[in-house]
């Protein structure tokens, strides 16, 4: 079949639509079969085409494979690209800082208990700063050292490669560069907090964007990126409410406390068009929310945090206690009576196009 060689995704998808095996599961879903067979087929089409933009593109939406990253870097290196080697390989580093930063702040560990038996909280704290910590850390140092062998290998020897390697230092030592230059004179209220957000429009993928936002929050000066925080948690609890969470329930194919938290992060960072209309009406609001986990950016809680510290050297003190959703609870067993333009969105309307491994 022709594929459009720009979009994996939707490749894949019509693969499937015309080659995959579609079953019936006991509760009525149709779902097709045959998902990683054509993934394969279309990326391997994808590579004889040279469709690398489309490739790095699907990379930076989060499928990492190792294999498939090894290929694509490898394919890029032989066509001297240097402009997509450096978006891909510094998004990889700029989402594993993030995720380092990230868990500096917090007492987190995968493991609650052992052997049946409930670790103490000092237990999971003690785990996470000689356990996640580390490996995170070592991680985030091989990237970055991945990344300077490809440097040298395209025989670049400019101004990326010289902060890289400083950026190396700095993070082996647990530093984190600090923003010298003048922060711009313009004051982060809420309109200006809007056009920020569109300027990560351009970006491909929720990390590409949080990792953008924190370059150009550390333009500002840190009393306004206090500013942008406080202006994103109101966002985010405007949009606490039930009818909300019912709308990421159904496209995510269900939606814990967390999740949901996640949900409304990306709902903002989708930009003030989206979120209003959300706002307003979920049930108009859905045709543009696609079904799937990729709606959740558990990332931008942190960036404002991120770049406040890289321009004033101090922690970011803004700890806010959760609030309470608003609008009426709802339960599972009544989503489709109670939202019935969303129940067909995504469990109708999108059966159709989810795939089983």
């Known amino acids: 079949m022709n594929f459009d060689y720009k979009d994996t995704e939707k490749d894949i998808e019509r693969w499937l639509e015309k080659h995959g095996t579609k079953e019936v599961l006991p509760g009525g879903q149709i779902c097709i079969r045959g998902y990683d067979a054509a993934k394969e087929h279309v990326i391997e089409a994808y590579f004889k085409e040279h469709a690398h933009e489309a490739l790095v593109a699907f990379a930076l939406k989060g499928y990492r494979d190792q294999a498939f990253i090894d290929r694509l870097t490898a394919a890029l290196l032989q066509a001297k690209d240097s402009r997509r080697l450096k978006r891909l390989w510094q998004a990889f580093i700029s989402a594993g800082k993030l995720s380092y930063w990230q868990s500096l702040s917090v007492d987190r560990f995968f493991d609650t208990e052992e052997n049946g038996v409930p670790l103490t909280k000092e237990e999971v704290a003690k785990r996470h700063r000689e356990q996640t910590l580390p490996r995170l850390k070592n991680e985030v140092v091989e990237t970055m050292r991945q990344f300077e062998a490809i440097l040298i290998e395209l025989g670049e020897q400019d101004a990326t490669l010289t902060r890289l390697r400083d950026d190396i230092q700095l993070f082996e030592s647990g530093e984190k560069r600090k923003i010298t230059s003048a922060p711009q004179k313009r ?171």
Request: charged letters at 25%; proline letters at 3%; hydrophobic letters at 40%.
């Open 187 to 357: 004051t982060i209220d809420e309109n200006v907090f809007w056009e920020i957000i569109e300027q990560l429009q351009t970006c491909d993928s929720t990390e590409e964007k949080c990792t953008q936002l924190v370059i150009v929050l550390e333009s500002f000066s840190a009393a306004d990126i206090k500013r942008f925080e406080k202006i994103l948690t109101e966002k985010l609890d405007l949009a606490n409410h039930f009818d909300i969470w019912a709308l990421a329930y159904l496209a995510q194919g269900g939606c814990s406390d967390d999740a949901f938290e996640g949900f409304r992060a990306w709902l903002v960072l989708q930009g003030k068009s989206l979120y209003d209309l959300t706002i307003k009406d979920v049930n108009e609001a859905c045709a543009s929310i696609p079904a799937g986990l990729e709606t959740e950016a558990e990332q931008l809680a942190g960036c404002a945090a991120i770049a406040f510290e890289n321009r004033s050297g101090l922690p970011l003190a803004a700890k806010v206690p959760k609030t309470k959703t608003k609008g009426k609870q709802w339960q599972e067993e009544k989503l489709e009576s109670l939202y019935p333009k969303l129940w067909k969105r995504y469990l109708q309307e999108e059966s159709n196009h989810q795939p089983l491994l």
